[in-house]
T-cell receptor
Framework: DQQVKQNSPSLSVQEGRISILNCDYT??????FLWYKKYPAEGPTFLIS?????DKNEDGRFTVFLNKSAKHLSLHIVPSQPGDSAVYFC???????????????FGKGTKLSVKP | DGGITQSPKYLFRKEGQNVTLSCEQN?????MYWYRQDPGQGLRLIYY???????QKGDIAEGYSVSREKKESFPLTVTSAQKNPTAFYLC??????????????FGQGTRLTVV
């Protein structure tokens, strides 16, 4: 069963508007969440992260919100730009360090298309 | 420049052959990982290593083998036992998972095609 879910496989947004990518998780032991951006035929690049003790983290045009009670996080991109078009992966890490619990668990990704 | 390097970028293999994918990092990271990406799928963990001379199976280890003789290197062998080897393979590294705020850095990937 998937522990990290990105239920929207794709999202299309107009340039200049807000993009909101969503991610749900099932394991309450996750303590750290990350967003990665991936272009075709390239490795993912780290975008932004948030610790479970926070509910918001902002970096320029990117903001991640965490709602622990709902086990939900979202990535907001404002304003969206055509160069933001990529696949975005949500990832979570377990709270027990060492062993497999320290590894990242990825969602299936959401393909964002920002149209000029 | 510090980074993580995968080679080759594209690899073709005949059915029944073993093939080894290279992954090298100069970030002084303790932990290294191999993931596989298939269309419409997320990144699935094949093997990981938290320290030299030690590695553990991930979610889809069958048909794969790894070694971790050096901190910088974590090669992945795709054996003939792997039933569906055609995929995009990603190597990653991170500081030890025991540290907070640990993000993984990825290589550029290797596209393996079985012909």
């Amino acid at each position: 069963d998937q522990q990290v879910k990105q239920n929207s496989p794709s999202l299309s947004v107009q340039e200049g508007r807000i993009s909101i990518l969503n991610c749900d998780y099932t394991n309450s032991m996750f303590d750290y969440f990350l967003w990665y951006k991936k272009y075709p035929a390239e490795g993912p690049t780290f975008l932004i992260s948030i610790s479970s003790i926070k509910d918001k983290n902002e970096d320029g045009r990117f903001t991640v919100f965490l709602n622990k009670s709902a086990k939900h996080l979202s990535l907001h991109i404002v304003p969206s730009q055509p160069g933001d078009s990529a696949v975005y992966f949500c990832a979570a890490r377990g709270g027990n360090y060492g062993g497999s619990q320290g590894n990242l668990i990825f969602g299936k990704g959401t393909k964002l298309s920002v149209k000029p | 420049d510090g980074g993580i390097t995968q080679s080759p970028k594209y690899l073709f293999r005949k059915e029944g052959q073993n093939v080894t994918l290279s992954c090298e990092q100069n970030l002084n990271h303790d932990a290294m990982y191999w993931y596989r990406q298939d269309p419409g799928q997320g990144l699935r963990l094949i093997y990981y290593s938290q320290i030299v001379n030690d590695f553990q199976k991930g979610d889809i280890a069958e048909g794969y083998s790894v070694s971790r003789e050096k901190k910088e290197s974590f090669p992945l062998t795709v054996t003939s036992a792997q039933k569906n080897p055609t995929a995009f393979y990603l190597c990653a590294s991170s500081r030890r998972a025991a540290l907070l705020n640990t993000e993984a850095f990825f290589g550029q990937g290797t596209r393996l095609t079985v012909v």
